[in-house]
């Protein structure tokens, strides 16, 4: 078990991207990238901190799920950036940041990439991989959000990942794809390129800068689902995303809006 290459992670990036580099670590083991950017100092406004790890001791998912996986087996990657926005003003995120994932995937040729609302990465109808947002401030001029990314690589007998939903049978690596898989140096730097350009754009368009990039990538769509929410279960049809990141869901009784949710059940996509 070995850190990542710092230069060579910094080799795909775009001279903006580097400019708005703050600061690039990288560990052989850590407990989470996302709880140590957590605890550094926010960058300034429109720059970004970046922490790599080979692997996680106490990685988490949404909903504080557990997320363990053997060394060298995922990319474990977190990226602080300070947002001009105030918190309600960050709506949707998390959703414009898996189309920069997914961009970044495709980039590097693995092209049947797909995103399940609000935080999945998907491929081969399985589980790729996870992202989590979190709040270090939302006081003063800006907003800093550290952003974790986690992607299977190449999985093993000693993955411990929670995987109590009822929509993936399994998770998925990248060498389930029929082709090589690049460096981890290579995969990270152009994570980092794709999600830079995602943070920037957000700032400026918020998530109507995405919408059609969300469209394009939803799995969830015209698929029957189960939404377990704070206070009822909602099953119906997926119908896309509202502007500000909701899930839509069709059913007997009409039109739901689901803001925050966890995805029990999520069956074929219906015949158009």
Known sequence: MSKL??????RPLSELANAGLENLETFSS???TNTYLLSQ???PGGRYRVAIA?????GRGRHY?????????GLCM????TFGRTLEQLSGLTLAIGTGVAGALQQLGFDRIALKWPNDIVALDGKLGGILTEVRSGKGD????????GLNVRLSDQLDIDTTSGWSAAPVDLHSFEQPVPERELLAGTLIEHLFQTFTKFDELGLAGFIDDWQRYDWLRDREISVDMADKRVTGIAVGIDSDGALLVDSKSGRSRVISGSIVMAGARLSP
């Open 5 to 10: 290459d710092v230069a060579k992670i910094q």
């Open 30 to 32: 850590i407990a989470s």
């Open 41 to 43: 100092a926010a960058p």
């Open 54 to 58: 080979d692997h996680q001791t106490s």
């Open 65 to 73: 799920r557990r997320w363990v996986s053997a060394p060298g087996s």
């Open 78 to 81: 977190s990226l602080a950036f």
């Open 142 to 149: 800006g907003t800093t959000v550290v952003t974790g990314v």
